[in-house]
């Protein structure tokens, strides 16, 4: 069975190729993350949405023309990454590019499942080259079912890089509701974090500081989020400073991420939409994160005051020793 679709899009060839080919393009309508070694035999691996992963090789690439590539999930699907392939075809047309999908090599129940999701995306690819606010938000990564400490992950990494893709170069200065960091430094926290933790995991990773915010946050995250996926939640992490349990550490993980995510967001005047599916889970996570004595070291204020009305983000907000009011 095959799933096989044509669309226009109102871009050249090389735009369209670039949309579906590049992780800070693919971002916009596609995926949560993607890595990318786009090479004749090169590897991918997309989070699709939070919590499925899909990968494999590519076939053949023409740039602005053609791509092909296998495709399978890391897990669910009994589809598993390699086993099946799709090809994309890219031919001027009247206006802008008709793009062609074929997905081959998949049963009549994977193949209707995968209907739905190419059909999903494409929609979301036309929308991305013909509104103006482009694709948007995904709600189909918004609830992770079901959540655990990274689907948990990918979906906070979701809410937090689309803040970040709005941030200018005038909002560097700006205060955050960390008392000790402007925009700027909050970025470079996060920044070392990320790399702290990914390094912890074994992780391959590069910082490339010169780019922006959404890109630098994205390439520092995704390989971090992958190893620590990869490595699952056993055990303890040894993270330099102590020897810290698995579940400890995805515990910051997740807290770097939203908390962070909402921190960028006060200081720039952005709505931070998130479900509450991932501010309980997270929640619950901080809950077990700061303990007292996290929070004697210094890493974290006391807790601040909050209503019995309020929901699971101003909880976790307040939990983190911030003030809802900032």
């Known amino acids: 069975m095959s799933f096989d679709k044509t669309i226009h899009l109102p871009v050249g060839a090389d735009e369209a190729f670039a949309l579906i080919t590049e992780p800070e393009r693919l971002r916009r309508w596609q995926t949560v993350a993607a890595r990318v070694d786009l090479r004749i035999g090169g590897e991918y691996r997309w989070t699709v949405t939070p919590g499925h992963h899909a990968a494999g090789t590519f076939q053949v690439i023409e740039p602005g023309k053609r791509i092909v590539f296998t495709w399978g999930w890391e897990s669910g699907m009994d589809l598993a990454p390699g086993a099946s392939t799709v090809t994309i075809t890219l031919e001027p047309d009247a206006g802008g590019t008709s793009l062609r999908l074929v997905h081959e090599g998949l049963t009549a129940d994977q193949a209707a499942a995968h209907a739905e999701g190419?059909?999903?995306?494409?929609?979301?690819?036309i929308a991305e080259t013909t509104s103006a606010s482009g694709a948007g938000p995904d709600e189909w990564s918004a609830a992770p079912d079901p959540i655990d400490h990274f689907?948990?992950?990918?979906?906070?990494l979701a809410v937090l890089l689309g803040v970040l893709r709005k941030l200018t170069p005038e909002d560097r200065e700006k205060a955050t509701p960390c008392e000790a960091f402007n925009a700027h430094e909050l970025l470079e926290h996060l920044a070392g974090s990320l790399k702290h933790i990914g390094a912890a995991l074994g992780a391959d990773l590069t910082d490339h500081a010169e780019a922006a915010p959404e890109v630098r946050i994205a390439g520092l995250a995704q390989p971090t989020l992958e190893a620590f996926t990869r490595r699952g939640i056993e055990g303890t992490i040894n993270m330099g400073f102590a020897e810290l349990p698995a579940t400890v550490v995805a515990g910051i993980v997740n807290l770097e991420l939203l908390v962070h995510a909402w921190d960028f967001a006060k200081a720039t005047g952005q709505e931070l939409v998130v479900s509450n599916v991932v501010t309980d889970h997270v929640e619950a996570l901080a809950m077990e994160t700061i303990s007292d004595q996290?929070?004697?070291?210094?890493?974290?204020a006391p807790a601040s005051p909050v209503a019995e009305t309020a929901?699971?983000?101003?909880?976790?907000?307040?939990?983190?020793?911030?003030?809802?009011a900032a």
């Open 311 to 324: 929901g699971s983000l101003e909880r976790l907000i307040a939990f983190t020793g911030r003030t809802i």
């Open 151 to 156: 689907s948990a992950a990918d979906a906070s």
């Open 118 to 125: 190419w059909n999903h995306y494409l929609d979301r690819l």
């Open 294 to 300: 996290v929070r004697a070291s210094g890493s974290f």
